[in-house]
């Protein structure tokens, strides 16, 4: 499965394997991305202001990519079609 989340400023939007499944505006400052001093969590949420994670996913992360601008669906199509060079250890 692939899963891919843009945010424009304006709108959210979530692509499940190549097509748009949600696009929802925006009407609050509540999901402005700011600069964030602090570490960030992917696949897990940190728990009372600690170090320590909750709710850990339970399984694999591959190809996590992050960009300055938020991608089309054109370009989302092609990350997904995209076969990833083969590592050599």
């Known amino acids: 499965m692939h899963v891919a989340f843009a945010f424009n400023g304006r709108s959210m939007k979530l692509f499940i394997n190549g097509k748009l499944a949600l696009d929802q505006t925006v009407k609050t400052a509540e999901y402005v991305i700011v600069p964030w001093p602090n570490q960030l969590y992917i696949g897990a ?21 992050f960009y300055n601008r938020a991608l089309n669906v054109e370009e989302v199509k092609i990350l997904m079609d995209h076969v990833a060079p083969e590592v050599v250890q």
């Open 45 to 65: 949420t940190r728990k009372d202001g600690k170090n320590i994670t909750a709710s850990q996913f339970d399984g694999k992360i591959d190809e996590l990519y």
